[in-house]
């Protein structure tokens, strides 16, 4: 930073601490804390800035326009994209503290703020009999700001959709402080243009959000749970594009490949189907009033009497949840292969999900390290994971080789760089794989025109950015899964 930077940052901070005392931190451990996020790169912001009401968070940005200091919201942190990170330091404004929760029964809206943890949000609308569908894996610790800011998914998708399918308003603040409200807490809104789906997904880089209006829908009345193995991926793949065509309708499909079922047995050592050791998996969920489930599970079962090799049904919900928690483990049991692994969170066709799953074991043999994948089959949205040791150059090279080619793949069978984690700084050398020159140019002229200094989250989405060229701090987060 040149002196003038420097003199001006330091301007921008007396007059924040003017304007809003007792909320802005400069200590090193609210610094580091909210250097780093699930990508574990670590850049140091100047402060952190807690906010406790919406207005303050206009007035900070207020201040920030006038000073030029770049602004990253950050909501928990659990980003895998580096999308929380202050890559060129300046303010982080947490937003955290902004959780309230109001739900409409009548209505069935909910407006919350965005520091709100998906898993409460879900349990306070359970509780009224009903339900918010996105699930991302770190619902326990993730914000609603932060699924709305990366459009977050997670395994109920396949049924229910994204967390856009569900934001009926949003209401925050530009870039120069100004107060915005694109939708309301209503289910039919067209006046204007669609301002708000553009800030979806925007990781944070157009405006700031403070409150979140939420679509709500009945909770189901039953859930029923059952794992089948296959004896190699194509087989298991090809049986979700057959369920599709036999009219099951699944709330949650979830496909493990043989790898990452071997992780898994390994880990715990525990065979997960007595007598086919390693076979590839789908976890499967049925969802709605009885009767529906009572009739999809029977459409179900006999689909698969002639498919799988074995079938393991859950009578209860702690039976249900030992068959969940194989899922669970998978992520945390790839670390017995490496001390490191790049988790890729792409989208292909369903129906190309099988050619996916033949590059990537091509791919192992290629490079030579493993390439455990598991995801979302419903959806076609795979996490493909590359997995290497840090210590190693050679195998950090092989690595890095092996995303782009994935990457190039993935897009050469109609897909997506990213489904759910959003761009950040991890997908950003890849934007161009996705996107044409035109396209990224209309995106930048968005950007501008609602941000015109580049003080929001400067330095993600646009610009290439060389993961491998910074050193990942160890640092133990509380979504964590290794």
């Given at each position: ?27 090193d ?57 202050p ?33 409460d949000?879900?349990?306070?609308v359970?509780?009224k ?41 949003l209401?925050?603040?530009m ?9 309301l ?38 859930r ?8 190699s991926?194509?087989?298991?793949l ?46 499967i ?11 999809q ?29 194989v ?38 043999k ?25 210590g ?28 759910e ?14 996107h ?41 987060l509380?979504?964590?899964h290794?």
């Amino acid at each position: 930073m040149d002196k003038n930077s420097l003199k001006q940052q330091q301007t921008a901070y007396r007059a924040l601490v003017r304007k809003l005392p007792g909320i802005a931190y400069t200590d090193d451990e609210s610094r580091f804390r909210a250097s780093v996020d699930n990508l574990r790169l670590s850049f140091l912001p100047d402060v952190v800035i807690r906010v406790k009401e919406a207005s303050q968070v206009g007035e900070v940005l207020k201040l920030a326009n006038r000073y030029t200091v770049p602004v990253t919201p950050r909501g928990a942190g659990s980003s895998a994209t580096g999308s929380a990170v202050p890559l060129h330091g300046g303010w982080v404004l947490d937003l955290s503290d902004l959780n309230s929760i109001e739900i409409d029964v009548v209505g069935r809206i909910a407006t919350i703020g965005p520091g709100v943890i998906t898993a409460d949000l879900q349990a306070a609308v359970e509780d009224k009999g009903l339900f918010f569908p996105p699930d991302p894996s770190s619902k326990k610790y993730s914000t609603i700001g932060g699924n709305v800011a990366c459009n977050a998914g997670g395994m109920r998708c396949v049924k229910y959709g994204v967390t856009r399918d569900y934001v009926l308003g949003l209401q925050g603040f530009m870039a120069d402080g100004s107060p915005f409200v694109f939708g309301l807490p209503l289910k039919k809104y067209v006046s204007g243009l669609n301002l708000r789906d553009l800030l979806i997904g925007s990781e944070g880089t157009l405006g700031v959000i403070t409150s979140i209006n939420l679509k709500l829908i009945p909770k189901p009345e039953k859930r029923w749970t059952g794992m089948f193995a296959f004896k190699s991926e194509a087989a298991a793949l090809k049986a979700v594009v057959g369920l599709f065509k036999a009219g099951v309708s699944p709330s949650i499909l979830e496909f493990l490949d043989r790898q990452s079922v071997a992780c898994a047995e390994r880990y715990t050592g525990k065979v997960i189907f007595e007598g086919f050791s390693r076979s590839s998996i789908l976890l499967i969920e049925l969802d709605g009033h009885p009767a529906e489930v009572r009739g999809q599970r029977k459409l179900l079962l006999g689909f698969m009497r002639e498919r799988a090799l074995a079938t393991r049904e859950a009578k209860t919900a702690l039976s249900a949840e030992k068959l969940w928690q194989v899922r669970r483990t998978c992520s945390q049991s790839m670390f017995s292969i490496a001390d490191t692994k790049l988790n890729e969170d792409v989208v292909v066709p369903i129906a190309k999900q099988a050619e996916l799953i033949r590059y990537t074991i091509a791919l192992k043999k290629e490079i030579g390290l493993a390439t455990p994948t598991f995801g979302h089959a419903g959806d076609g949205n795979l996490h493909v994971h590359i997995m290497y040791n840090r210590g190693s150059k050679a195998e950090m090279k092989k690595a890095k080789a092996g995303i782009r080619k994935l990457m190039e793949k993935v897009v050469e069978l109609g897909g997506v760089i990213t489904g759910e984690h959003g761009v950040g700084l991890a997908k950003a050398p890849f934007m161009s794989l996705q996107h044409s020159k035109a396209e990224i140019a209309s995106m930048k002229a968005v950007k501008v025109a609602l941000d015109p200094k580049g003080i929001l989250n400067p330095g993600k989405v646009f610009e290439p950015f060389e993961v491998w060229k910074h050193d990942k701090v160890e640092v133990v987060l509380p979504w964590d899964h290794r």
